[in-house]
């Protein structure tokens, strides 16, 4: 079944690596068909360098496999509460990715210091509240989710394809499982830039709104002029 999907979500899973974006097996790339309501997502525990499309897991929405020997990434429930908060999107990336983690773990927004996350990302990468102590007792996966999707309330995720999560690292989508590993590392990049900056300049402040809007909306959006016209 979906197996353009599961090749797809292979695939994101292997770029992993050769961005250097995880070791050992860290890290999870889902994919959603939502025709089919399903969800391809990488089996637990699985090193990246045998994975195969027929070892990918599917499951529905509420997380029943329907396909596959393995067991899904534990990461699975928070994956779906993503998918059906916003259902703009069509594929998630989670990774531990050190900068990136670093600012999670300090629990500080990477500020945009620049334009190259302004090119990226609309102003800067949210970090979401802390779990509480009965959040994580129970469906700990799942509250993970749900606190993403609260700390969004107010923001489109088409606008804002990046969070981190308090103590615990990123989560990255976008309109395909590949664009949300490519958004990750990005998101790596330009966390790496603003430590740099700040170890640089501690002081050193945010762009400028009309700064940020010109790079931001010139790439992104419907008057984007970035690139070559589409034919
Ligand atoms: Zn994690």
């Not at 103590?167 to 330009?190: D, M, Q, R």
């Not at 640089?200 to 010109?214: S, V």
Request: proline content about 7%; overall charge positive.
């Amino acid at each position: 079944m979906l197996e353009g999907l599961k090749k797809e979500v292979c695939a994101a899973n292997r770029a992993l690596v050769k961005h250097k974006l995880v070791i050992l097996t860290f890290g999870n790339v889902s994919g959603i068909d939502r025709k089919a309501g399903l969800i391809a997502i990488k089996p637990s525990g699985t090193a990246y360098e045998r994975l195969k499309p027929e070892q990918i897991v599917l499951a529905d929405l509420k997380g029943k496999v329907v396909e596959g020997e393995l067991k899904p990434s534990v990461d699975l429930a928070t994956h779906l509460e993503l998918y059906k908060a916003w259902p703009e999107i069509r594929g998630i990336c989670h990774t531990h990715s050190p900068y990136a983690t670093a600012f999670a773990q300090a629990e500080k927004p990477i500020p945009c210091l620049g334009t190259t996350h302004a090119d990226e990302f609309h102003g800067e990468i949210p970090v979401t509240r802390p779990l509480t102590a009965k959040e994580m007792e129970s469906d700990y996966e799942a509250n993970t989710g749900r606190v993403i999707v609260d700390q969004f309330r107010l923001t489109n995720p088409e606008d804002m394809m990046a969070v981190l999560v308090a103590k615990h690292g990123p989560f990255v989508w976008g309109k395909s499982p590949l664009e949300a590993v490519t958004n990750s590392l990005l998101l790596e990049e330009i966390a790496r830039l603003a430590f740099r900056t700040m170890t640089i300049n501690p002081q050193a402040g945010p762009l400028g709104k009309e700064l940020l809007d010109k790079h931001y909306l010139r790439k992104h959006g419907p008057q984007a002029s970035y690139g070559q016209p589409k034919k």
